[in-house]
């Protein structure tokens, strides 16, 4: 068992400190850090709530509800964002990016806690894989939410669609992982390939 | 592996093909609504294709649990709906018995649905979001005068007689239950005829981009409802239909949508 509520302050005190002497992007980024690893923890107490009511089992849970869930934890904070400050594309997707790593970052670091950082072929596979995959869920996200606000259609059926393909996108991952063999490979493959796609579809729109 | 991979696989390619043809669109219509509605609705549908044959190849013998491909597949019947209420903007007049009649409709498709699956969180949401499409889409059809009277007429009927079939093929015993349910799938079809017909039609005639757009989304919402009230070989004939569909939907919003 690990204090995920002690990592959480572990890691976060020093970084809120550190927004009083940050300006701009830079703040922008370390408060959407801060974000994503308290939405990281919000997803893991929904998830193990979920995982008691829906009877579905850990395992079923994880592959199927814990994507869905984690990705809303990951669209509130960014959603109140757009909503309450109306940022510039760049801005938004500097929060978004932030929210991602530090979601990634806290799953990573109470994953180690857990499974031991013995294993660098398990390492390799925490950060290139699930790491990448939770920044690229969210990239595509924005990247959905900045193109809708663009043409000032920013409305429940754009924002849903956004959010939907996030979090099919993580839930094909984690299904691919869940089984073992070639599936899996293929799921550990996904989130960098989807990573090329991206830039070149951020390059393209220039958001 | 399920037989009904290999369909589905083709239905996936069908909305990439589609999809592919939609970007290239896009980019000659960059600040158009109704154009990344579009786009934004077929990239959903190609990923909850997507998600469910991965599904179906690893896990075949499994019904599917509540997924995220279901939030996608409701995403994108509200962006249609966004779609084509985009395209009839500023034409919405008083529609009230269409719209009343065509939801008391999709209700009683979510009753049957829930009935039969048992799983009414899924089906109650995919219900509502599919509900809000049919009515969009028969509003719309009222708007451009798609349908004649009598149409309407048969249409309304037909559809009743479709959910009378269907209730009473699920509480029949198992004979007269496959008979009924033989009936109502020759109704479905009939229906999807009728519609895919008319839509290639519109497409074909001079004018009348609207009626096109309405009649091809018609094509759409019924091959769904096919989709959704058959099993086995006839779901699987079901599918190259949705998948014409959404061809049709494409050409007919690109006639609407460069028209001079």
Redo the contacts between chains.
Sequence with gaps: MIYAENILLCIGIPLLLTLLFLRDNARRFVLGFLLGMAACLLAAYVSGFLDLVSGMGQENTAVFLSPVMEELMKLLPLLAFLLLFRPEDGELLQTAIGIGVGFATFENCCNMLTAGAASLSHILVRSLAVGVMHVVSILALTLGLALTKRVRMLSFPCVLGAYSLSATFHAMYNLLVSEPGTSRWIGYALPLLTALLLYGAYRRLRV | MNTAVIPAALHALAAALVLWRSVHFLSRNR?D?RV??WV??V??LL??D??WI??D???PQARM?????E??E???F??L??CLTTVFFGRFGSIRRVELGTAAFAAANVLLWIFWSGEWLQDVLIGLAFGYLLCRTAACMKLCGALRRGEWIALASLSGLLVLLEAASLLAPERAGALLDAGSTALLFAVLAFFTVGSIRALRAAGGEDRAVSLSFAVFVWSLITLYSTEGTRYLAALPCSAAALALMLLALEREVEKL
Excluded at chain 2, 65 to 69: C, E, T, V
């Design positions: 600040e609504r990344i509605l934004f609705a990239t959903c990923m909850s997507l998600y991965i599904y190849l690893l896990q649990p509540f997924a995220a491909n939030i996608c409701g995403a994108s509200l962006l709906a966004g």
